[in-house]
């Protein structure tokens, strides 16, 4: 009796109690997100993310926590926690393609590969390309594949594009020159050295693959062949190249050794104009996944075959340090220096010191476009004055570039790039600017 | 890491082990986060693992298929295991006061993720993740290991830096680095690539102006002779203009001598081929100044006449034989 009294009239009670105090946590909770939500977007991440992490054992599970537990672990630079999050998260919500893109940032940004290409297409699509955003392959290049895992491994790539040249055969714009000798006649430039412009078509092919030996030891190499063909008056300048590499490699910790031996054919319409062959030593030190010294000394004998006189021995030793952010994002610098030494004998004039300043960076701007520039200046001094000019040439040259990079798919690449190159020069005829505008399709395998 | 990041993360460690639940304090670790299939052995004893849960020195962790549990270990640090994973945790003493630390688990198969706590931080070398080829042990705090069906273990840094030990020796992988750990006689294999910076490129062989003839001369260039200045008034009958000479440079060979042209070549020159050599240039539409006529074919180059004068000035020279009848 009393017990019935008690349940039908006490029990309601308590169950409005109970769920009073449910909606009571409920409402805290609620703020706490909320609290949390406001903190990150004020750019306070940390303080949100401890904020949350005092909780996260009680309510990990819940989706709303965790998607506010990932965002303000990964504003905060605690990858690894935001990838735990926002894993519970899509545990939760499997079809939650806001949770899956938001778990591809994380695993991105600690450079989880596998991870990442593990998420569905669609994805995978909406977040920056594998490609772009995990290489630094606009300016830099590897002898391996993204997936060899350490493996031997051989990649490739097929490129076709469309250009225009200002300035094909880098010639000084002016046709003729006043004599560096008061008084006595100007010079004049035969048609062909003058600047001659034209739309050109390329074609390029390269190879590159590490044959994994042991551990330590694999042989890599290079082959990489281009040819350019100049439409209208130009097409005297259409030339080909030809270069190859083979080398030993060796590894340990995070050092890499390799030593190569060079080669390199260029044409000019057809006609052999310069080889070269040589020796290239590289040392890379790899800080860790996203940052990277890199140091080489290159020996390289330049030959001209038909313009014996113009014969050096270049040798360069330069180093470089260039970094992968975490939002996929990427900056190089370098520095280097050495010297042409002419071959022949009273043809100092010819050969130079050299040093030069390289600058670039790649910066992803949407999944598929990422806007890449480069800047670099070199600065030569040749070694004698020049008997013609009376001068001692010294050439002070500035390239920069500026493109885009769009990736429709996995493998293909767009790239639509704007060059100028001013080179500098006490002698009036290399003193010489150029411009050039291509567009190129590229489809790696 | 400066020492400022350094404290500020044993901060946020010490945080997260304040935020501990207090029924936790007796248990090696706490599951935080269970879905799918996931079981725990104990003894003989097999049961379902489910969030709140705890876990001591001793248990296994089983995983489905489908199956994932996130651990939080009383010295706040985390272990999220994935898939077909069977976790042991081996050996585990929280020795936060005078005892000594041990983190000691095995990942027989799967894969799991974790995250260092107090234990890896206050002494690294009892941090150690053993798998069937390879033990893992802890600099850093962050890490993702996994085996695959062939048995090669996958380890990848995500902070700091860890190392990987076989009997062959041990690497060190940090943040975006990962190994392969093909066998336990072998040393683990970095797996991430290394890309380089291309060496500068030589100057282009284009360059106009670097091109010489046979004879080592400025190939393209050529000298035109600023008309004469002459005093007197042109007469009645205007004589024809002179010829233009053009004047090969000098070899870059010989000794320079500012201010003194070259003396004149001995025989007619051929410019070298860096361009087509059978097609001739454009003529007359890429004249040279309006002071000379259009330049004679590269191809040969008359004789030149010069008389040392003070300046020196330049002479033309008599107009070539077939011109005059």
């Known amino acids: 009796m009393y017990l019935r009294i008690w349940s039908r009239r006490v029990l309601p009670w308590c169950a409005v109690l109970a769920w009073g105090g449910g909606l009571s946590c409920a409402a805290r909770a609620d703020e706490l997100v909320q609290q949390a939500l406001a903190l990150v977007q004020q750019g306070q991440a940390l303080q949100a993310f401890r904020l949350l992490d005092a909780q996260e054992a009680q309510r990990a599970g819940d989706p709303a926590f965790d998607a506010a537990m990932g965002d303000a672990a990964h504003a905060a630079g605690q990858y690894t926690r935001a990838i735990m999050a926002r894993e519970r998260w899509l545990a939760a919500q499997p079809g939650n393609m806001e949770a899956q893109v938001a778990l591809g940032q994380s695993l991105q940004a600690v450079g989880d590969r596998r991870g990442v290409m593990a998420l569905p297409a669609p994805v995978q699509a909406a977040l920056i390309p594998v490609d772009a955003g995990h290489t630094l392959d606009q300016f830099l290049y590897s002898y391996d594949r993204l997936d060899a895992g350490g493996r031997s491994s051989l990649k490739g790539y097929v490129e076709l594009g469309v250009g225009h040249d200002s300035n094909a055969n880098a010639a000084p714009v002016v046709g003729d020159l006043q004599s560096p000798v008061p008084g006595t006649p100007a010079w004049a430039l035969l048609p062909e050295a003058l600047a001659t412009s034209g739309n050109y078509v390329v074609a390029q092919a390269g190879l590159r693959g590490r044959a994994v030996l042991n551990a330590r030891w694999s042989v890599v190499g290079t082959a990489v062949g281009a040819a350019r063909h100049y439409g209208g008056g130009a097409d005297r300048f259409d030339h080909t190249a030809l270069d190859g590499t083979l080398g030993l490699a060796w590894r340990s910790e995070r050092h890499e050794l390799i030593a190569s031996g060079q080669g390199s054919y260029y044409a000019l319409d057809g006609t052999r104009l310069r080889t070269m062959g040589g020796v290239l030593g590289e040392w890379i030190y790899r800080i860790d996944g996203f940052r990277q010294w890199g140091s080489f000394v290159q020996v390289l004998d330049v030959r001209y075959p038909d313009q014996a006189l113009r014969n050096v021995r270049r040798s360069v030793v330069g180093t470089s340090y260039s970094h992968l952010f975490r939002n996929g994002s990427s900056a190089y610098g370098g520095v280097y220096g050495g010297q042409e030494r002419a071959q022949a004998s009273g043809a100092d004039a010819l050969g130079h010191r050299l040093w030069g300043l390289r600058a670039g960076g790649q910066w992803p701007l949407a999944p598929q476009w990422s806007v890449f520039a480069s800047a670099d200046w070199e600065h030569r001094r040749y070694g004698g004055q020049d008997p013609f000019f009376a001068v001692t040439r010294t050439d002070r040259q500035a390239q920069v570039a500026l493109g885009l990079n769009w990736t429709p798919s996995p493998g293909w690449r767009v790239t639509p790039q704007w060059a100028f190159t001013r080179n500098a020069s006490t002698l009036p005829i290399t003193d010489y600017e150029r411009r050039v505008f291509s567009i190129t399709v590229r489809r790696e395998f | ?325």
């Open chain 2, 1 to 325: 890491m400066t020492s400022d990041q350094k404290y500020a993360r044993l901060a946020l460690l010490m945080g997260m082990v304040a935020a501990w639940p207090l029924t936790g304090l007796a248990a090696a670790g706490l599951v935080q986060f269970t879905a799918g299939d996931v079981q725990l052995r104990r003894g003989e004893t097999l049961s379902r693992l489910s969030k709140g849960s705890e876990l001591d020195g001793g248990d296994v962790v089983l995983t489905g298929t489908e199956g994932r549990a996130q651990i939080r270990f009383s010295d706040g640090g985390l272990v999220a295991l994935y898939p077909d994973s069977q976790f042991t945790v081996t050996r585990y003493a929280d020795g936060a006061g005078a005892g000594e630390d041990h983190f000691v688990v095995n990942l027989l198969r799967g894969g799991m993720r974790a995250l260092t706590g107090l234990i890896g931080k206050r002494n690294p070398a009892n941090y150690k993740v053993v798998t069937p080829t390879a033990v893992v042990g802890i600099r850093g705090s962050a890490f993702l290991l996994a085996i695959d069906a062939n048995g090669q273990v996958f380890v990848s840094g995500e902070q700091d830096e860890i190392e990987v030990c076989t009997q062959a020796g041990c690497v060190g992988v940090t943040a975006g680095e990962a190994v392969l750990v093909v066998s336990d006689q072998d040393l683990p294999v970095y797996t991430h690539t290394r890309a380089l910076l291309p060496v500068p490129q030589v100057q282009t062989p284009l360059v106009a102006g670097d091109q010489v003839d046979v004879q080592g001369r400025r190939a393209f260039v050529y000298i035109v002779p600023a008309p004469v200045p002459v005093p007197v008034p042109p007469p009645p009958e205007a004589a024809p203009p002179p010829a233009p000479v053009p004047v090969s440079p000098p070899p870059p060979t010989g000794t320079p001598q500012p201010g003194t042209p070259a003396p004149p070549a001995p025989t007619p020159t051929t410019p070298p081929p860096p361009t087509r050599p059978t097609t001739p240039p454009p003529p007359a539409t890429t004249a040279p100044p309006p002071a000379t006529t259009a330049p004679p074919p590269p191809t040969v180059r008359p004789p030149i006449v010069f008389i040392p004068v003070l300046p020196i000035i330049l002479l033309p020279p008599p107009p070539p034989p077939p011109v005059i009848r």
